[in-house]
């Protein structure tokens, strides 16, 4: 410990998301932006591939800060800084997006690596418990593993740079998945000082900016193309898809998780379940923006295998991610997400026969199906009472 007056979050600190974490977060809807916009102007599994590794990328400054300002007190200045001081590198590392795996893959990388080494030395002097201390030396261990790799890539062309960050993407992403574990060092979570209704509050506030990102996209592409006359028609499906999402998403499971987190010890273990499962609802949300601005770019014409993929490809990761999740923590299955990746499927099929906005018409439907059915199980589960 270098502090004598630890900067971590106490019992009198308040749990409320600041402000400023809120503004924080504001710089990650460009990055949003920015990954859809790249696989919309390059719809091809190598693009996607490129995507993905942007996106987790992205995804780890932006769950691991949250992670320190969850577990620290953000009415400090130290703390502030710290945040604003990540969103100023962060802009640069999310303008560069476009442009990675070409001429400035050089300043993403520059920019990850001093966000996730520099925060993760900087958390090391901040007055944490042991436990939290500890787990946060793995955590840059874990980093100091990765970074090589993402180095290395900056000096090869697209293709090997896409290798080597995909190995540096998934050192990170299994060191989150694995909770930072060493030989003979990991973490106990119910010794984790982490608030988990708040973890999961920035978690819910975040993938709900991701979703006003794709109705940002939606209406984009309805401002492009409002000569045509079935733009009423797909645009009114594509914010009918994102209100489906929104309901699956926070009008049943949030509040169940919320629940379930006052009944447990160890809400560690759940957090970082959360975490790798948003990163998968992230890339879900994603598939749609760029399905939905490509029904609407040309809603008549039969859509080709990219659109279809994309339109229907978004809700399937979406209900996946989300009946695993609901699995995992809640310990029962969902039966309406497996019928709903079944109808997407055979929807899917179909799609090729008819134009793009019966499609993206087919890819709604099995979202509202869930979300109607959500709605049903709730209502009986309230009028049959607790037992």
Request: glycine share 10%.
């Amino acid at each position: 410990m270098f502090r004598a007056t630890s900067l971590m979050r106490s019992a009198t600190s308040g749990s409320r998301v600041t402000r400023l974490e809120l503004f924080f977060d504001l710089v990650f809807v460009f990055a949003l932006s920015q990954l859809s916009h790249h696989l919309l102007e390059h719809p091809s599994w190598v693009a996607a591939g490129e995507t993905f590794v942007l996106l987790l990328a992205v995804y780890k400054v932006w769950v691991y800060t949250t992670w320190a300002a969850t577990l620290l007190d953000t009415s400090r200045f130290e703390v502030q800084w710290m945040l604003l001081i990540v969103m100023l590198i962060t802009l640069f590392m999310n303008a560069s997006i476009g442009s990675a795996f070409g001429a400035f893959g050089w300043l993403f990388a520059a920019s990850y690596l001093l966000v996730q080494l520099g925060r993760g030395a900087w958390l090391l002097t901040v007055g944490l418990d042991r436990t939290t201390h500890n787990h946060f030396v793995r955590t840059l261990i874990w980093g100091c593993m990765s970074a090589p790799f993402w180095i290395a890539g900056v000096f090869f062309g697209p293709g090997p740079r896409l290798m080597f960050w995909g190995v540096a993407a998934a050192i990170d992403l299994g060191g989150h998945m694995l909770a930072h574990r060493l030989p003979g060092q990991k973490t106990e979570g119910s010794r984790v000082p982490l608030p988990g209704e708040r973890i999961f509050e920035r978690f819910g506030l975040f993938y709900l900016i991701a979703l006003g990102e794709t109705i940002l996209s939606t209406g984009l592409a309805i401002a492009g193309n409002l000569a045509d006359p079935l733009i009423f028609v797909t645009g009114t499906v594509s914010l009918a898809g994102s209100v489906a999402i929104w309901w699956c998403y926070f009008y049943s499971l949030e509040q169940e998780i919320l629940k379930k987190l006052a009944s447990v010890d160890d809400q560690f273990r759940p957090g970082i379940l959360a975490g790798n499962t948003l990163v998968v609802l992230l890339a879900g949300l994603i598939l749609v923006a760029v399905g939905d601005q490509l029904a609407i770019s040309d809603p008549a014409a039969r859509p080709d295998l990219a659109t279809v993929l994309f339109l229907f490809g978004g809700p399937a990761l979406f209900l996946a991610a989300r009946g695993f999740f609901i699995r995992r923590v809640l310990g029962h299955r969902q039966p309406s997400d497996l019928a709903g990746i079944g109808a997407l499927a055979v929807l899917a099929n179909l799609s090729f026969l008819l134009p793009a906005f019966v499609a993206a018409i087919g890819a709604a439907l099995p979202l509202i199906g869930v979300a109607v059915a959500d709605a049903v199980n709730r209502r009986r589960r309230t009028e049959r009472g607790p037992r």
